[in-house]
Structures are given as C-alpha cells and as structure tokens.
C-alpha cells in the first residue's frame, strides 16, 4: 500500500484542476511550479528564501494510483524514469511554441535538440496545430513539464512545457522530462539525506509558501523503487536541482548542471530508453487481425512493436496471454506518437488488454515487462468484432 505521506503529498497539487493555471502571487511564483533551479535570497530578516524550483506535473490518474512496490535486483544504470512514459523509440515528436518571440524560439530550437544526439528521437518543430508538445513562455509560470507520454493526454490547446525563463540548463533540463526523465533528487538510491526541518522550513516561506505536503511531493520524497528504471544517483545530471549546504545532512550543496553529463547521455541511449536510430515503422512486428503470435521480452528494458491493419471501422481488441506482466500501448491511426489507450492487469491476471473501436488505418501496440528487471514469454493477440 503507498505511504500516506505520499498520497496526502500529491493530493495538495490538485488545488485548481489539471489545465487552469494558477495566479501568480506576490512574489511572482506559483506554489505547483516555479523553476528548475533552487537558490537562496535574503530577506529584511537575513533568513534564506527560496526561488525557482521545478516540479514535472502529474497526471490525476497518477496522483491517484497506488504503486505496487518491489525490491528490484541490482545491476541498473543510474538517471531515473518513471515506468511506462517513454515514447516508442524511434519517434518523432512534434513541437509548437503557443507563444515567445523569435529569439525564444531559436533559443529552444538550437539547445532541445541536444538529447536527440543521443536519444533515438526526433524534434519537429512546426504550427502543426495537433502537435504533441504546445510550449510556452510564461515569466509568471515558471518551468515545468509533464512527463513523457503524459504529454498525449491534454487537451491541445493546452500547454505541455513552459519556459518562464530561457537558458541551456532549464531548456535541456524540461526537455529531459518531456522526453521521460524525473528528478534526479527523488532517485530511490539518491545519496541526499535532507535536513527536512530546514527544507520544510524555506519552503514554507517566501517566494514558494508551500504546504508541507506539496515539499514531502515536491521534494523530499523519493519515487519507489518499482515506479522507475535506473536508481544510481548522478550529482552531475543535468535533472537534479541547485541545493544549499542547509538542506542536506550529507554532501553539501548541489552545483547547478548546465550540460548533459555523461550518464544523462548513457541512460537515454540506452536499452533502458531509446537505443539505435531505427524509426519505429521498420522494426514493427505485423500481427494480422484475427490472429495470435507468440512473443518473448527476452532481456530486460526490451519492449516490442506490433502493427495491424483495420480496414474496416469495428470494435477491436488487443489482449496478451501467459504469465509474464506486461503493459500495453495503443496508438495510430497511421501513427506512433497519437496515444489511444493504455492498460496494465485489464485483462487475465497479469495480462494486459485493450478494447477499442477504431476507423480505418496502421496501429501500433507497445508490449513492455512492468518489471523493467525482467523478461518472460506471451502471447499477442488482435480480434475484430
């Protein structure tokens, strides 16, 4: 069962719905989001504030989801990301900017790129009014993005990512959790141990004036060790935080990260994440429909693509058989970034299965381990009614 404090934590940042934005206060900050980094400022009573800290915005689903936990075996890479947010590799993902001058646009052009010399991804950037990533410029916002494919389930007139500020460490650094990447600070195996009555303490005051809840959230809780994959922890990651001495009991303060580091590069590119450069319609399995095909994850952090054709509108259902855990993907019509459903356990057991009705076109179904640590056989198969 998840810990309280978690649930009560995530709870408090529901305070004004998903897709309304929240007034700025006086200070010019927003409690749910504010800026990658953190730093210190001094007020008229010589006690230290807090500016610009970063959260990646959750989803209500998964705010109200309890996490399975595990003890996951040894032998992961380090940087963190949450389990079933990844795009399928090889995607091009498409990118508006909503707003921002020229010069914000060129800005973000030039540096976002950067994780896609080592992650098998693409950027787009265009006016395509059904782009996957709306970016924003909003100096009263602050920083912030979703996560991953969390990004598929907004409205589209609705912001994904905001710039309330521009250099090349909050550019690549909400980029990284556009592209499935969390905190490197809330890494199961981090090595922070935090002072959390001086956490709570400058956090609670100005400019943030958070609730001990949203600071549990927000920072001092770390993610359970099945919610995400790799759990080394990175001082060098270009997701971590600027720290004060202040804040933790153990190592100081964290330096502010301008550059992917050389993990950063490692873990995206690898297995774990977005291996190769293979666009995802080449290395797409085909099942007919009507048809079953037995599969196998057979290393850990693999996932498989399979593509079937509708060509006539019907209620179809994907569904995987045996004893292996599994989570499924949908998306098409003719697309592999256009997010139609998700499942994990809907179907027998552990078993994951999806029942849609679906127009005439190419789909794609993404079978992954839930367990990234693990491998095993099952069977795929796609039904017309």
Known sequence: IADAAIVAGVAGL?????????????QGTWPGAAGR??????GNDDMPQTSKICFDRVL???????????????????????????????????????EGTQAQHDLVRDIAPLWTEHANLNFEFGDDPTAQIRVTFDADDGAWSYVGTDNLNLPLHAATLNLGWQDRGVILHEF??????????????????WNEEAVIRDLK???????????????LNKYAADQVMGTNFDPQ????????????????????????????????????????????EDRATDIPVAAALAAEISQAGEEDLYRFGVSTAAQHVIETSGSTDVVMSLFGPDSVTNLLAQ??????????????????????????????????EYRIRVSAY
Do not use: C
């Open 60 to 98: 209500p689903q998964d705010l109200r989801r309890l996490q399975r936990l595990a003890s996951l075996p040894g032998g992961r890479t380090r940087a963190i990301s949450p389990m079933g947010k990844q795009w399928i590799n090889g995607s091009t993902i498409r990118i508006r900017f909503m």
């Open 205 to 219: 005051g100005r400019p943030n004036y958070w609730d001990e809840a949203t600071i549990r959230h927000n920072v």
């Open 176 to 193: 990284g959790h556009m592209i499935g990447l969390s905190h490197e600070h809330q890494n199961p195996d981090g090595g922070i141990v």
């Open 343 to 376: 499942d994990d356990d809907g179907g027998s057991g552990t078993n994951a299965r999806i029942s849609a009705f679906l127009e005439p076109g190419s789909y794609y179904a993404r079978v992954r381990h839930y367990n990234p640590q693990s491998s095993g």
């Open 14 to 26: 529901l305070m004004d719905g998903l897709f309304e934005r929240r007034e700025a206060d006086k």
């Open 237 to 280: 990651s270009i997701m971590l935080y600027e720290f004060p001495d202040s804040w933790t009991q153990n190592m100081g303060a964290t330096h502010e990260n301008d550059e992917l580091s050389s993990l950063d590069e490692m873990f995206v590119q690898s297995d774990r994440m977005y291996p190769g450069r293979q666009a995802p």
């Open 37 to 42: 980094r953190l730093r210190t400022i001094r």
